[in-house]
T-cell receptor, first 112, second 111 residues
């Protein structure tokens, strides 16, 4: 069976500090991978998606970046966090050839 | 601009009643429709999905598509307090690699 992991689960960071969030998927190959952000009381905002290693599509211009160094690993980064980066960050995966997304447990980021 | 719209609620129903959640979408060519449930502080979990060729029933849940009016519904029969959550509708536009989500409807089932 397939599982998706995200870490850390929670994170408190000062403004201007760097960020690295990791997402890994087990039990599948060549998945599509997605990063979303959900601000408090808001909907899901798609940040990045990837259809393969090294292939990243950005949906929203901002101070975040994403990388996919391995088939089942997706990383979200920032060099300098802003207060507005606070939120619930969700990674999702889709099996190759499907369009059903499954979400990881999420990382709750608070920028102070 | 392509949009997925949901009434934010809250929608309150008594225990045992039928809860009806609706979602409208703007792209007439959309082919896949998804319902997710999100408990407070947790990540969304898939309830069910349907394609443009018909409705679907799974236990107490039924998803219905009205292509002419461009909306998709989720019916929850025999609602339970454990169904209290935010329900997210998602649509895959034709030719897209990703889903577009509504902002969700908050459902409260009153014991």
């Amino acid at each position: 069976s397939q599982t998706i992991h995200q870490w850390p689960a929670t994170l408190v960071q000062p403004v201007g500090s760097p960020l690295s969030l990791e997402c890994t998927v087990e039990g599948t190959s060549n998945p599509n991978l997605y990063w979303y952000r959900q601000a408090a009381g808001r909907g899901l905002q798609l940040l990045f998606y990837s259809v393969g290693i090294g292939q990243i599509s950005s949906e929203v211009p901002q101070n975040l970046s994403a990388s996919r160094p391995q088939d089942r690993q997706f990383i979200l980064s920032s060099k300098k966090l802003l207060l507005s980066d606070s939120g619930f960050y969700l990674c999702a995966w889709v099996r190759a050839g499907s369009d059903t997304q499954y979400f990881g447990p999420g990382t709750r980021l608070t920028v102070l | 601009q392509k949009e997925v719209e949901q009434n934010s609620g809250p929608l309150s129903v008594p225990e045992g009643a039928i809860a009806s959640l609706n979602c409208t979408y703007s792209d007439r060519g959309s082919q896949s429709f998804f319902w997710y449930r999100q408990y407070s502080g947790k990540s969304p979990e898939l309830i069910m999905f349907i394609y443009s060729n018909g409705d679907k029933e799974d236990g107490r849940f039924t998803a219905q598509l009205n292509k002419a009016s461009q909306y998709v519904s989720l019916l929850i029969r025999d609602s339970q307090p454990s169904d209290s959550a935010t329900y997210l509708c998602a649509v895959r536009w034709s030719g897209a690699n990703n889903l577009f989500f509504g902002t969700g409807t908050r459902l409260t089932v009153i014991p």
